[in-house]
């Protein structure tokens, strides 16, 4: 299968290891983290889904090649879920370049779990002051109740 | 001539001066003021919002290129809501212009956008508050009329007819608190010396989301630039200087001087641009060409233009409490601002009789002195 991502409703751009994403819709904001991130670049890169989760199984840790294999599967079922990416309408995929292979194999060697985080609450997101009100990760992610003064 | 900045100018203060330097100058250098900065600026009590609104270009600049500290989380956080908010706007601003094309209303965008657009090229460094849309003045009315039934609300109805007439535009707004500068002249100033075609001549084509609209020239979009940031705000304004640093950095060879010192002589702004392009050049090391500084120079301000100014200086834009004092003085200097006579008696028996007009206006509906 061919992917591209939802646009014009769907915007997103990788800042440092962190792909953030936002439905202009609905005014939800995603956010996709390390070899998530990494995979989430290859994938609307490549566009086409069989290829790079058979190459993602390929350089996957011995023993391993079946879960990530399904990971993958999953984190890109979650993506069309929440419509952030869709089917292509074109058949054919560029194909993966080494550069993108050697990113995918250090992707997949040290895979957390694929994770799209979903913020929801524009109204809240919108209250939280970016310098205050936030963890040492930044805004969004909230100060934790016992890093309140 | 020269006039000396007040103490309460639009001018960068120190802090303020270096944050600046640290979102624009070479990584070497910026690094230093950066490190400044954050050596007397307590970051947990002390950033103003018009440094808040920098902090995205000094993480595009120094953070993304490798640089970590203790702010890198709070600054990349920051980074992505601006990129969040003038995403929502990018999208906001293409549904209102494609509304306006499809009334056959042809769109200037204005400040932000095409900055971030163009100047910047990038989503999350100009962080902007809504959308600047300006219109041709003989379709102002059309275009309030579609904002209306698009339910948006205009800043003060009250004054919304005369302001039709004498006044540059209105902020609007729809239930949800989106908001829309409307304009309808793209500068206040000499509104009796402007015509029709000014700045729409060298508009050229932007495209916003898939929308086709226009933006300013770069020579244009340097002197609203200026002369936008020459006033008081209650936010600092001292984003001007990163706009017209970028401008003349990235287009200086687009900008065509002459224009920008008729448009500025035209439209009796002289004053500002003097005063903001020695700033760039003295501070910033901005090159602007010689001559233009010599020209500049050599230009000598009205009264009109010089009570302008120090209004512009002194009360600026958007000041909450103002005193009858005040307000009568922003009353006599929004006057000259649109009035194009240099004679200064025929200028005074002309703002008697305006004086006169509104008073009038003003017991025989709801309307007030402005």
Redesign the interface.
Known sequence: MNIQVNE?HI?H?T??G?T?L?D?RS?N?FSIEKSGAVIWEILIQTANVDTLIQKAGELSNPGQSAQVRSDIQNFVEKLLSEDLIREAERNEAPEITEEMLNSLKRAVTAMEALEVNKYSDMQE?LLLD???D????????PKKNNDKE | MKIKPLSQSPFPNTAQNRLLKAALFDRDEALIYWEEWKSTVD??EE?DHGS?RLLPLVYQRL??QGYEDEL??????????S??EN??IF?HVSEILKLFSAFDIPSIVMKGIPLSFIVYQN??TRPMSDADILVPHVKSGDAVQILKNEGYIPANEAILEHDLEFGRGMGFEDASGRELDLHWRAMPDSIKNSKESDFWDWAVPIEI??VTAQRFSFTDELLQTVVHGMRKNPEPPIRWVADAFLLVENHGEEIHWERLLNYAQRYKVIIQLQEGLSYLVNEFHVDIPEDVQNKLHHCSPGYAERVVYRHAQRIGDNRKKVSFPERVYTFYARFLRQSADTNIFRMHIDFLKYSITRVIKKYSQTDGLR
Do not use: N, T
């Open positions: 014009p915007v751009e800042i440092d962190e953030i936002m202009l005014g904001y997101m970016p310098i205050h936030v963890d040492e990760k930044g805004w969004p992610e | 970051f947990e950033v808040y953070y993304k890198s989380g709070r600054l990349k956080g920051i980074y992505k809501r990129w969040m995403q929502q999208h989503v999350a989301k898939g």
